[in-house]
């Protein structure tokens, strides 16, 4: 296996833009995905396949990979977003999660 | 609707063996489409991959928990285990179950279906 990065946290004030990276060696090769945990319930999946959003999974949340880095952006980030974000990828021999970034809405 | 239920003691001592089962419940695990896995999540820490299951038996662990790690499988129960021996203080953390994606996307790839988790604490 191998190991995804995070930063531990990301601000932004509500109605902007957030941006979470994940950077990895193997992303180029390996699709990645994201979840979404708040206090004391499981994660949510919000992207699968670097950019694609699950039925029930608001516009605002999008994926996009370039290189070794892919990003969870949440345009016009609300209140309820609040939360620790996770990446997570995979290759033949299991998978890896990121470390976590908690996402504070000011 | 598919669901996932982990069982099993909430207190295990240290050098004991931490027990856990899943079951599914409206569902089939047998299905040949899905892996089920474990991951665990120490208390104000992040998510750490332990290990994936099919039903046929086929497993994956995380190198790191390996030699420590069983996932077993009981179609018959429609559930799967997980045994975690010689445990110390740093293997306190909720334990969840979880679907993966279909292996015809990742057969290791996502989990789109979780339990609700299990606080296991290790200690005397």
């Known amino acids: 296996s191998y190991e995804l990065t995070q930063p531990p946290s990301v601000s932004v004030s509500p109605g902007q833009t957030a941006r979470i990276t994940c950077s990895g060696d193997a992303l180029p090769k390996q699709y990645a995905y994201w979840y979404q945990q708040k206090p004391g319930q499981a994660p949510v999946l919000v992207i699968y396949?670097?950019?694609e959003r699950p039925s029930g999974i608001p516009e605002r949340f999008s994926g996009s990979s370039s290189g070794t880095t892919v990003t969870l952006t949440i345009s016009g980030v609300q209140a309820e977003d609040e939360a620790d974000y996770y990446c997570q990828s995979a290759d033949s021999s299991g998978t890896v999660f990121g470390g976590g970034t908690k996402l504070t809405v000011l | 609707q598919l669901q996932l239920q982990e069982s099993g003691p909430g207190l295990v001592k240290p050098s004991e063996t931490l027990s856990l089962t899943c079951t599914v419940s409206g569902g089939s695990i047998s299905s040949s489409s899905y892996y089920w896995g474990w991951i665990r999540q120490p208390p104000g820490k992040g998510l750490e991959w332990i290990g994936s299951?099919?039903?046929?038996?086929?497993?994956y662990y995380n190198p790191s928990l390996k030699s420590r790690v069983t996932i077993s499988v009981d179609t018959s129960k429609n559930q799967f285990s997980l045994k975690l021996s010689s445990v110390t203080a740093a293997d306190t953390a909720v334990y969840y179950c979880a679907r993966h994606s279909p292996v015809t996307i990742a057969p290791l790839g996502y989990f789109d279906l979780w339990g609700r988790g299990t606080l296991v604490t290790v200690s005397s």
């Open positions: 299951i099919y039903y046929s038996g086929s497993t």
């Open positions: 396949k670097d950019s």
